[in-house]
């Protein structure tokens, strides 16, 4: 997510198949905007700490893909890019 930090981990302990819970609070702490997800729910967490983007020298626009504001190509839910450059 976005602009969130995770302010805390649920992990169970003696069931493997419940998920892990973890709740989000705003980038530097606090309330998160109205409408913005406050938790979530997964099998398995992944956190790639620290890694910014390598995307600056790529012309990213000639092939009609779209960057968010950190440099960061933006998915849809099928992780596909807004690629209009054919085969990308």
Do not use: H, M, W
Request: charged residues 25%; proline residues 5%.
């Amino acid at each position: 997510e976005r602009g969130a930090q995770v302010k805390k981990f649920n992990v169970p302990r003696g069931n493997d198949k419940a998920p892990i819970s973890i709740e989000l609070e705003a980038r530097g702490g606090g309330e998160r905007p109205s409408g913005e997800s406050t938790s979530l729910k997964c099998d398995i967490y992944l956190a790639a700490v620290g890694r910014k983007p390598n995307t600056a020298n790529l012309n990213l626009q000639a092939a009609g893909i779209k960057a968010d504001q950190y440099g960061g190509i933006e998915v849809d839910s099928d992780l596909k890019s807004t690629a209009t450059g054919g085969n990308v």
